[in-house]
């Protein structure tokens, strides 16, 4: 007899049971897994039923896995590893930042120094090869990595020497002004070379010296002797002397010295050793010229790579080797600039915290710290800038009413499109509009045009003549920069001068 069909039975019923997994029942039957609703997930997870719990690809395990190295670091499409915000909360990793901007910390690489360190170690390399003796200036503004530069030439001297079957020089590094006397930087060369006899009372150290690069049997078999003095310009007496003598010494026909001589006089040997270029004597020169803004920009880059995390907004960075490059390329000044814009940040966030603690007692919600506010900001940079480089513009500028502050704002953002000047009445719609951006009451045109004659009697605008105030003609008499300056620490008028 033919079996009924139960009316919950479907002919595709055995095909789907075949395709579902099949969860073994209670009653020893198998029933098939049907489909499950998001909205019946709570139905379901209450059902006596057990269901096997799914296993993960081995692949998916490995990535969901806390300890794994995906979860570790995280890698961009370009293979490089991303780095993490940084606490600045954390004493140990504020004391890592602080430490890679410190002058004292010497990098692993000296960068945007290569052709300049290049010409000091051919010159270098000459002199050991060929056994003779030379001097060489090397010269530029403080801060633009000379000795820096050096330190890394004693070494590459020394490495290339070994590589090439040479006898490595000896090295004397001295700093001028450590001695007690300009003289007695002849004393330490005299320790210096090989030769063990004993200077008699009447032969000064200078003397034996002169003597020893006189006599050929002296120096035989003796080594080339690498001398670099930093401060050169510390030995410069009333009769010039001291710094005459020691380049004199490279002019024995026996001599074994390389002097190197750094400072920061660009025309010293000009100034101070003319005999020398008398007597075609006159030391090469190389000169350190001031960094630039992209040559300051890689090298904080290059020593925060150390860190394994983001500590300055890539704007705060440019901002601030923007304005040391235009101020003076000293290197040492932008590494003090950053270690202040840091300070000024872990000041704001210990002020925070204590405002935290006072909020929490009163019950109220405070959001946890983002990475927004964890990272030096470019108001942080400004702050920090302004501190180091202060000027009475900017002075003037910061302790400027608000409107007054917004109607040199508007001024800068009209100039932008190339005008030099424009009249009052045109220049009150610009300032309507940051007005009415920023949700700020403005000010009749009549007070305009009073607050105009302000920014003119204090230097900051220039205004014309004219007998209706809107028709007169206003200018600029100070920087754009500086105003961009003074003006960036603060949020409304960072957002419009953007």
């Known amino acids: 007899m033919p079996a009924i069909a139960d009316r919950n039975s479907s002919p595709f019923k055995g095909m789907s049971a075949a395709k579902s997994c099949e969860v073994v029942g209670s009653n020893g039957c198998y029933t098939p897994q049907k489909r499950r609703?998001?909205?019946?997930?709570?139905?379901?997870?209450?059902?006596?039923v057990s269901t096997p719990m799914k296993l993960k690809s081995p692949?998916?395990?490995?990535?969901?896995s806390p300890s794994s190295p995906a979860n570790q670091i995280k890698e961009d499409l370009s293979g490089k590893p991303v780095k993490k915000c940084w606490n600045p909360?954390?004493?140990?990793?504020?004391?890592?930042?602080?430490?890679?901007?410190?002058?004292?910390?010497?990098?692993?690489?000296?960068?945007?120094?290569?052709?300049?360190?290049?010409k000091v170690l051919d010159f270098c390399k000459t002199c050991v090869k060929q056994e003779k003796a030379g001097s060489l200036y090397v010269c530029g503004c403080p801060g633009t990595g000379k000795s820096l530069s050096m330190e890394k030439v004693k070494h590459q001297v020394i490495d290339w020497a070994t590589m090439e079957g040479l006898q490595p020089p000896e090295i004397l590094a001295m700093n001028c002004t450590s001695l007690a006397n300009t003289s007695g930087i002849f004393s330490k060369i005299l320790g210096m070379n090989q030769s063990k006899k004993k200077i008699t009372g009447s032969t000064s150290p200078l003397q034996h010296l002169q003597n020893l690069y006189s006599n050929k049997q002296a120096q035989l078999g003796s080594k080339m002797l690498l001398i670099i003095a930093d401060e050169l310009d510390y030995l410069i007496t009333r009769d010039r002397a001291v710094l005459h003598d020691l380049f004199m010494l490279t002019t024995f026909p026996f001599s074994r010295c390389i002097l190197i001589g750094i400072a920061n006089s660009i025309d010293l040997a000009d100034r101070f050793l003319p005999r020398l270029q008398s007597l075609n004597c006159k030391p090469m020169v190389v000169t350190f010229r001031a960094y630039s803004k992209d040559q300051i920009l890689s090298i904080l880059q290059e020593r925060l790579l150390v860190l394994p995390c983001i500590v300055f907004h890539q704007q705060a960075l440019e901002l601030c080797a923007r304005k040391v490059a235009a101020a003076s390329g000293d290197m040492r000044k932008a590494l003090s600039v950053c270690r202040s814009a840091v300070e000024i940040l872990e000041a704001e966030l210990r002020e925070s915290a204590s405002n935290l603690s006072l909020t929490s007692v009163e019950g109220e919600f405070v959001s946890p710290q983002t990475q927004e506010n964890s990272t030096v900001r470019i108001d942080h940079m400004a702050l920090a800038l302004s501190k180091t480089f202060r000027s009475p513009i900017v002075d003037t500028i910061q302790s400027l009413p608000q409107h007054q502050q917004i109607i040199l704002c508007s001024a800068v953002k009209?100039?932008?499109?190339?005008?030099?000047?424009?009249?009052?009445?045109e220049l009150n719609k610009s300032y309507i509009d940051i007005c009415k951006s920023a949700l700020i009451p403005a000010v009749g045109i009549l007070e305009f045009s009073s607050m105009c004659r302000v920014l003119n009697d204090q230097g900051l605008f220039k205004l014309g003549q004219s007998r209706d105030d809107k028709f007169k003609r206003v200018t600029l008499k100070v920087d754009e920069a500086d105003i961009s300056f003074a003006l960036q620490g603060i949020r409304l008028f960072r957002n419009c001068l953007q």
């Open 89 to 118: 909360r954390d004493v140990e990793q504020m004391r890592a930042v602080k430490e890679a901007l410190h002058v004292s910390t010497a990098p692993s690489t000296v960068v945007c120094r290569e052709d300049e360190q290049k």
């Open 414 to 425: 009209y100039f932008r499109g190339g005008k030099k000047d424009t009249t009052i009445g």
């Open 37 to 48: 609703l998001r909205s019946n997930s709570a139905v379901v997870n209450e059902s006596p």
């Open 59 to 64: 692949r998916r395990r490995l990535v969901s």
